[in-house]
């Protein structure tokens, strides 16, 4: 019997000269198919199979953005809305998993006979079970096969052409490299305008910047083969520190979030210990910006001869 195991995204390879409709069908296709991929792994209850899901999930509604300016939001909002359904699930399963194994493992090691953090463990290790378990049995209802059957028929029928003008259906037509190139320029310039006042921005704001730069990271991961392999490469690398040096501050709201799920006051024991390792934490990665960010702008971008 085949040992169950999750699965990375793979490439998605595009030749320029294809139409930006083609390329939309290629991307959304493989994102289906990553998330089905890992269903075995996630009714298995492996952790990185929930893990890659997300992932999957994530990266189709990304694929779905950045087609927008040729394929309007009405033309998928039912099938997001199905997305927003599962995520019901699929993201509160994965919150606890990155916060117990990613963000409290070295507290739990740090203070291992503090009785407040034992007790607080134990309980968030079975709600983390419960949401896993909730995630299994939407993976086997019947609006999770009905979801994926929508999205294949959305797929074979080009719906989305369905009352586009005729100028609009020729756009779609035109080679995606036309379109590549102006969307992650614009997207680039997005990034740069919010970084380069990294000082200045609210949380709010810095967590908006963390969108962002993951958009923008998507659209190249998606496009990539349609440019210089090396500077991709670099360019998604500086990227991908970006996104870990901002994600503190996502892992700080969603501990919180988290933390009130479990029922912990702002006065327990466990809950100050917990956001102070948090405030610790952030204070590091804002003093590393400044160099994660001069390395990210050294990059050339790959859509630029």
């Known amino acids: ?27 959304i296709s493989a994102c289906l198919k990553h998330a ?11 952790i990185e199979g929930i893990h890659q899901m997300r992932v999957a999930f994530r990266r189709l509604r990304s694929g779905l953005k950045i087609f927008r300016p040729l394929i309007p939001r009405a033309a998928s909002s039912a099938l997001v809305e199905d997305l ?20 409290m493992a070295p507290v739990f090691a ?3 006979r503090k009785r407040s953090l034992l007790l607080f463990q134990r309980k968030a290790t079975t709600i983390r079970q419960r949401h896993h378990q909730t995630l299994r049995e939407a993976l086997q209802q019947s609006h999770y096969a009905l979801m994926s059957q929508r999205f294949a028929d959305w797929l074979d029928r080009c719906a ?24 992650l320029e614009q ?5 740069v305008k919010r970084g380069e006042a990294f000082a200045e921005l609210s949380a709010e704001e810095r967590h908006a910047l963390r969108i962002h730069i993951k958009e923008l990271r998507y659209a190249l991961d998606f496009f990539s083969s349609l440019y210089s392999t090396p500077m991709v490469k670099a360019y998604l690398g500086a990227m991908s520190r970006l996104q870990d040096c901002l ?15 479990a029922g912990l006051s702002a006065a327990s024991v466990a809950r100050q210990v917990i956001e102070g390792w948090y405030g610790c934490r952030l204070d590091q990665h804002e003093h590393q910006f400044a160099e994660v960010w001069r390395q990210y702008r050294q990059c050339e971008r790959p859509w630029i001869d």
């Open 1 to 27: 019997m085949k040992a169950v195991t999750p699965v990375k995204a793979g490439s998605v390879e595009l030749a320029a000269e294809i139409s930006s409709d083609e390329a939309f069908v290629a991307i």
């Open 36 to 46: 089905e991929a890992n269903r075995p792994a996630v009714l298995d209850g492996q």
């Open 84 to 103: 927003r359904w599962l995520n019901g699930y699929l993201g509160p399963a994965r919150d606890w998993d990155v916060f117990l194994e990613e963000g």
């Open 110 to 112: 740090h203070f291992p």
């Open 160 to 183: 989305w052409r369905d009352g586009l003008h005729v100028e609009q259906q020729e756009r779609l037509l035109e080679p995606v490299l036309n379109f590549s190139t102006s969307l």
């Open 187 to 191: 997207e680039h310039r997005r990034v």
């Open 247 to 261: 994600g503190i501050l996502n892992d700080i709201t969603v501990a919180r979030r988290l933390l009130e799920e």
